[in-house]
């Protein structure tokens, strides 16, 4: 589609992650379905955690925050996606491409930093479990949150205004299912370049140093495992910290693709595919991952169902 001279406050077309299916309702259907889940299940852990006594700890708080940051990330963009695809209209105005910009950039940054500041908290209750308390009081806890939303607003303070002030012309279309950086410079009538290899710095700088606390806390805790004499001790220990490896390497590995591996490596097709993964799938399976995986939140719902059961037999009575 093109647009003539360039407008910068003009609308923008996102084509969307059907455009080459052979099946786009099919696709949309799945999406959909990705999404209830995501939503429902992301809903039920924030409410599992706050409901039930036994998941009032730091662990459990810091996860119904990477829990709210799901529901949050997803829907920041997956509702335009299917309303467009639903209604065929894929216009974004330009006011609401920035915001969208804007939202995805702060919540993927503070995910990453909640991320990363999650290891120390593994890493506090394997290697220091009698001052765990101290170590990781509510004040502590409350800190971690602040500074890893303060650090992915930062991100989106900063880019979003120098991204979204370059000039777009001819064609305003957008060939991706949401407004994220790569795909939006590629419409600039201006070098980029610059700006492309500062952007690329200040994301290495984003995963670094998230993953230098993530790395930290490992190898301690591996030192810590191993000179552990009980296997039980040992399986605990994997146990309470594989989940959060899992997480880890879903989403920073789709974040390092899409903006650490040089644009020569990348396909348009192949951009949408990462994107979908991380900013569709991983907010479903972060909360399935630990539910699956952790005996005291499948516990805690099992217990939950049982009062809810409990209560609706004595109203029918």
Not at 11 to 16: A, M, Q, R
Not at 121 to 147: E, F, Q, W
Not at 154 to 175: E, H, K, W, Y
Request: some cysteine.
């Amino acid at each position: 589609m093109e647009w003539g001279n360039s407008s910068l406050y003009a609308d923008f077309v996102l084509l969307g992650l059907f455009s080459g299916s052979r099946f786009p309702w099919l696709l949309f259907s799945l999406i959909l379905l990705v999404f209830v889940i995501s939503i429902a299940s992301n809903t039920t852990m924030i409410l599992l955690i706050r409901a039930d006594p036994r998941l009032h700890t730091p662990m459990y708080f810091l996860l119904s925050q990477l829990s709210l940051m799901d529901i949050l990330y997803i829907s920041t963009i997956v509702p335009k996606m299917l309303l467009d695809q639903a209604t065929s209209q894929r216009a974004i105005s330009f006011a609401g491409c920035t915001a969208q910009h804007f939202l995805y950039l702060t919540l993927a940054g503070a995910e990453f930093f909640l991320l990363g500041l999650m290891s120390y908290d593994r890493y506090v209750a394997i290697c220091h479990p009698l001052r765990y308390p101290v170590l990781m009081s509510r004040k502590v806890c409350l800190l971690i949150v602040v500074a890893a939303w303060l650090g992915g607003s930062a991100d989106g303070f900063l880019l979003t205004p120098v991204t979204m002030q370059f000039p777009f012309c001819a064609s305003r279309a957008i060939n991706h299912f949401f407004c994220e950086v790569p795909a939006l410079l590629k419409l600039s009538c201006r070098d980029t370049s610059a700006y492309e290899t500062a952007m690329y710095v200040c994301c290495i700088l984003m995963l670094l140093i998230p993953f230098s606390v993530i790395s930290a806390s490992y190898t301690r805790i591996l030192i810590a495992v191993y000179r552990m004499s009980e296997a039980e001790g040992r399986r605990k220990a994997v146990a309470t910290c594989s989940s959060h490896m899992v997480v880890v390497s879903l989403f920073y590995g789709a974040a390092m693709y899409t903006y650490v591996l040089p644009h020569s490596y990348h396909t348009p097709e192949q951009d949408k595919a990462v994107s979908a993964f991380y900013t569709i799938l991983t907010p479903m399976l972060n909360p399935l991952i630990y539910s699956l995986r952790n005996k005291d939140v499948t516990g805690a719902l099992q217990r939950t169902l049982g009062k809810c059961l409990a209560s609706r037999k004595v109203t029918a009575f």
